[in-house]
């Protein structure tokens, strides 16, 4: 902690003076070559790995026809560079949304169009060597993929979409990143990003089920493998055993009690994160949920009901159905999947559950709108449903709830800091001042409205905060989960 400087914390969020080279250090380290080779990828960079990218990025450019719009069509109109929280938070010219892009397109021009070809650096087209390389693997693992950058451009180029394809060429020619790699290799061999077996996720269950028993009185149940349920629950694997994450995997399991909807988890597929989406790798993101589908099948569930998992849910609302549809095995009344917050949200409007608001009267709460949930998904019925079902909850289950400021939320949010496949202790420092413009925000609401509760919907989210908010002398616990909330104030027992 003493290494790390620190930014201030100021009255407003301020534009850096530029520090070139200030994050050129932040590095994450290398996959292994075991990892490397288990994904399918060269398990060390290749002697012809410059005519290897290339050919690779001609058939990226050909498959992802935006990827090519977005390499074309910058107009280098500066409304994006103060947009990053990398760039607010470092000063690094680098971590500017339109430069980190401009390390791709300096060699798309080169290699793939006609005055790039002809005129050379006239046109800032430049030959790819290995200092390129090297610049891309510090600078594209230093983007979260969290999209603010793009609703701020007029052409909407998606700088998320350019780092991933960036991740997915360089792990073509051996240069994978250890975080990612490691664990999608451990999700495809066992079913979830920790590599916990079954008998290890029955006993936690087990242990929920008595802890919720003693502390509540009620026998509410967390079934795992059960055939024949009607929901299959998909949560991030953290929620059986991190803090805070826990506390919402129990106020999942009181809504289905108190709802009289039968659930089951599966030993076989217990993760909703897939960090297939962060190495830009749809074979791998569609791996990893194929574990879903099977399940879903093999349990004869009729519904699918996800946790709070910000990039999951992305990776479950918008791209499932392609990558392991059609549902028509499930019930049609309801979205497949469906996402925790909307079953909730529909039953309290439906009166199915009895809410006690004064259980959260300790808490002044703020919430913070995830990334992919804001920008890359949605929630409900309407648009927006994904920042009015969210809050919407909160009101339903605490007295005391203020929004931090307009330009921090909603479609506008800052990221965490440590979501895209970088929340990994070397990069900390990164993680640290890529969360300042959310600590700036969120000190404010602390500031003018005692809030001590930080409400969130993912897994990742709850895991940076609860990491970097120490760093702001802010303590930890505030950090908690919209059904953490839900948990509380949720009245058991027969229903009036
Ligand atoms: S996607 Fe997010 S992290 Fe990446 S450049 Fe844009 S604002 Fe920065
Ligand atoms: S806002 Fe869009 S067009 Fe303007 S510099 Fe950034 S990426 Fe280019």
Redesign the pocket.
């Known amino acids: 902690m003493a290494d790390i400087q620190i930014p201030e914390i100021k009255e407003r969020i301020e534009i850096p003076n530029i520090k070139t080279g200030a994050t050129a250090d932040y590095k994450c380290y290398p996959a292994s070559e075991a990892h490397m080779t288990k994904l399918g990828f060269p398990s060390k960079l290749v002697d012809n790995w410059k005519e290897k990218l290339i050919e690779k990025m001609a058939e990226l450019l050909k498959k992802y026809r935006s990827l090519q719009v977005y390499l074309d069509i910058?107009?280098?109109?500066?409304?994006?560079?103060d947009k990053c929280h990398y760039y607010l938070g470092t000063a690094d010219p680098n971590n500017m949304?339109?430069a980190r892009?401009e390390l791709m397109r300096k060699i798309y021009r080169k290699y793939f169009t006609p005055t790039g070809k002809l005129l050379g650096k006239l046109v800032n087209a430049e030959e790819l060597t290995e200092d390129t390389l090297k610049e891309w693997y510090t600078y594209f693992h230093q983007c979260s993929q969290c999209r603010r950058?793009s609703v701020?451009?007029?052409?909407g180029?998606d700088t998320a979409e350019i780092s991933m394809a960036a991740r997915e060429l360089m792990d073509a020619i051996g240069m994978g990143q250890k975080y990612s790699n490691e664990i999608i290799a451990k999700v495809e061999e066992t079913g979830n990003n920790l590599g916990i077996p079954g008998p290890a996720l029955r006993s936690t269950l087990d242990f929920l089920e008595e802890d919720v028993k003693d502390t509540t009185g009620v026998d509410v149940k967390f079934p795992m493998d059960v055939v024949g349920a009607e929901v299959l629950l998909i949560a991030p694997s953290a929620d059986f055993f991190s803090t805070p994450h826990v506390e919402s995997l129990v106020g999942y399991a009181k809504v289905f009690h108190q709802a009289g909807i039968s659930w089951t988890v599966s030993s076989y597929a217990s993760e909703f994160a897939n960090f297939g989406i962060f190495i830009g790798n749809y074979s791998h993101m569609q791996k990893i949920a194929s574990r879903i589908r099977e399940q879903a099948l093999a349990l004869k569930v009729k519904r699918i009901v996800v946790g709070e998992c910000g990039h999951a849910w992305r990776v479950g609302y918008s791209f499932w159905n392609t990558l392991i549809g059609p549902f028509d095995f499930l019930d049609p009344k309801y979205p497949a999947p469906q996402h925790i917050c909307e079953l909730s949200y529909d039953l309290i409007n439906r009166g199915a559950l009895k809410l006690d608001k004064s259980a959260n009267d300790e808490f002044t709460v703020t919430f913070h709108d995830s990334c992919n949930v804001a920008r890359a998904s949605r929630m409900g019925k309407k648009p927006g449903g994904q920042f009015e079902i969210p809050r919407a909850l909160i009101k339903a289950t605490c007295n005391k709830f203020v929004d931090m400021a307009e330009h921090t939320i909603k479609e506008r949010t800052f990221c965490c800091g440590g979501g895209g496949g970088l929340l990994t202790d070397e990069l900390m420092e990164l993680r640290v001042k890529g969360a300042m413009p959310r600590v700036q925000a969120l000190k404010e609401v602390i500031d003018s409205h005692n809030v001590n509760f930080l409400a969130l919907i993912c897994a990742i989210c709850k895991a940076q905060f609860s990491k970097v908010l120490p760093y702001y002398k802010m303590p930890m616990e505030m950090v908690g989960g919209v059904h953490q909330l839900i948990s509380k104030a949720i009245v058991l027992g027969a229903k009036e």
């Open positions: 910058c107009v280098k109109c500066g409304s994006c560079t949304p339109v892009q950058c701020f451009c007029p052409y180029i």
